[in-house]
């Protein structure tokens, strides 16, 4: 079997490494933990059932941009819905109704490796991410927090190279204006 | 990392771009829950991609099992249909239904429950010895 065919353990190998960080980016976007679940979840199907017989090189672009597409209909879903329904409460206050046990395990968590301040930092460079603009975040995302190339950040928000690199520098210059160039997490 | 990741930005932006990517990735924890969850999905997704071969196999022995069954329930079926008797004669049909309603001297009597005479005749004493004594109570 060559190497570069797909096989099912190959797939839960890529989804076990990229499902922590994907959750994370839709966590951001979507301010809210259970809906980035979903989210990462129907990614991952959607990537087996309609990829799952692609080369495991384009698994990572492939899987990228599904789960942009899922956070953009996530927030066009939210959109109407906040039209509708005008009194609903804003998602920062729907975070407060998360379980218990969930927060105090967020919670040990972050005692275990932040302090209270890094942990506010981290939430300001966060809300930062979530602010920018659609393909600013998502090159920021691929390109930053991913990692991918150039090429496979185009592939995945379906540009040229040229506009990744313009998104990202856009996105950079925005984030550091909002954060300062003397923020740091670490002390 | 790639020696060349992020080489088109300035080095105060890649400085920067580092910082936040370590501290974006340090933050990627998932809780037992969400682990397990996740480790179902992709044991779905594993099942999509999976080697359909062993389907087929279990396809190819259905199909034959079938039409076996199918065959043995139709043999069972004798579409030899016995030849149907000729009419009786109607002398034989009249002797056989003599014998149908000819009376019989042990068959049973139909006998009307329907009460006679004297059970109203002594009803009504009944009834009358009833009105005299106040006593007496109620059959």
Redesign the interface.
């Given at each position: 079997m060559r190497d570069d065919a797909p096989t099912p353990q190959g797939l839960d190998a890529f989804l076990a490494a990229a499902q922590a960080r994907a959750v994370r980016v839709a966590e951001i976007a979507t301010r809210s933990r259970d809906d980035a679940l979903d989210i990462v979840q129907d990614a991952m199907l959607h990537l087996a059932r309609a990829y799952g017989r692609r080369p495991p090189a384009e698994w990572a672009p492939l899987f990228h941009r599904i789960v942009e597409n899922k956070i953009r209909d996530f927030q066009r879903r939210q959109s109407v819905r906040n039209r509708i329904f005008f009194w609903r409460s804003s998602a920062a206050e729907d975070d407060e109704d998360s379980l218990p046990e969930v927060q105090a395990q967020d919670l040990a968590v972050l005692d275990a490796t932040e302090s209270l301040m890094q942990a506010e930092a981290l939430k300001r460079l966060e809300r930062a991410i979530a602010e920018l603009p659609t393909r600013q975040r998502q090159a920021f995302v691929l390109r930053v927090w991913e990692g991918l190339s150039t090429d496979d950040a185009a592939k995945a928000m379906g540009c040229s190279d040229g506009s990744v690199k313009t998104h990202l520098s856009r996105a950079l210059v925005t984030l550091r204006a909002q954060l300062g160039e003397a923020w740091s997490l670490q002390d | 990392?790639?020696a060349n990741?992020?080489a088109?930005?300035s080095t105060a932006?890649r400085a920067?771009?580092q910082?936040?990517?370590a501290?974006?990735?340090?933050?990627?924890?998932?809780?037992y829950?969400?682990s397990a969850?996740?480790a179902a999905?992709?044991?779905?997704?594993?099942?999509?991609?999976?080697p359909a071969a062993h389907h087929l196999s279990w396809s190819w022995l259905a199909a034959p099992a079938a039409v076996a069954a199918i065959a043995f329930s139709l043999m069972r079926f004798d579409t030899s249909a016995p030849a149907i008797a000729p009419l009786p004669s109607s002398g034989a049909l009249q002797a056989l239904s003599g014998d149908v309603n000819a009376s019989s001297a042990d068959a049973l009597e139909w006998v009307s429950d329907e009460a006679g005479p004297d059970f109203y005749r002594d009803l009504a004493f009944y009834e009358w010895l009833q009105s005299r004594s106040q006593m007496e109570p109620n059959a």
């Open positions: - | 990392m790639n990741d992020l088109e930005l932006e920067f771009a910082t936040v990517r501290q974006l990735r340090a933050s990627e924890q998932l809780n829950i969400e969850r996740l999905t992709r044991a779905q997704a594993r099942a999509l991609i999976a």
